[in-house]
Nanobody, 115 residues
């Protein structure tokens, strides 16, 4: 079955960095677009970034452009989100997502940016 497992979240000070990972299984990861979303407390889930199957095309939400970098290693069935210059407003649960016959989501990983 399709499975997405995020990891790498944690507590970081403003200005710090984290790298999130999303391990995929149960489908042909390298043939599909993949995305990161996030959901802050009391807010709707929002798009963060996407990457094309081969990794040659990416897109970012304006709020993270220039600070976050999405990447993937298809040989490892893994997607990453490098987050630099983190701000308190980046605090959220981060989810990876793929669209196959329907939307699939991981369980999420908590990122907290606080002094």
């Amino acid at each position: 079955q399709v499975q997405l497992v995020e990891s790498g979240g944690g507590l970081v000070q403003p200005g710090g960095s984290l790298r999130l990972s999303c391990a995929a299984s149960g489908f042909t990861f390298g043939s599909n677009f993949a995305r990161w979303y996030r959901q802050a407390p009391g807010k709707e889930r929002e798009f963060v970034a996407y990457i094309s199957p081969g990794g040659g095309s990416t897109n970012y939400a304006d709020s993270v452009k220039g600070r976050f970098t999405i990447s993937r290693e298809n040989a490892k069935n893994t997607m990453y989100l490098q987050m630099n210059s983190l701000k308190p407003e980046d605090t959220a649960v981060y989810y990876c997502n793929v669209l196959l016959n329907r939307q699939y989501w991981g369980q999420g990983t908590q990122v907290t940016v606080s002094a």
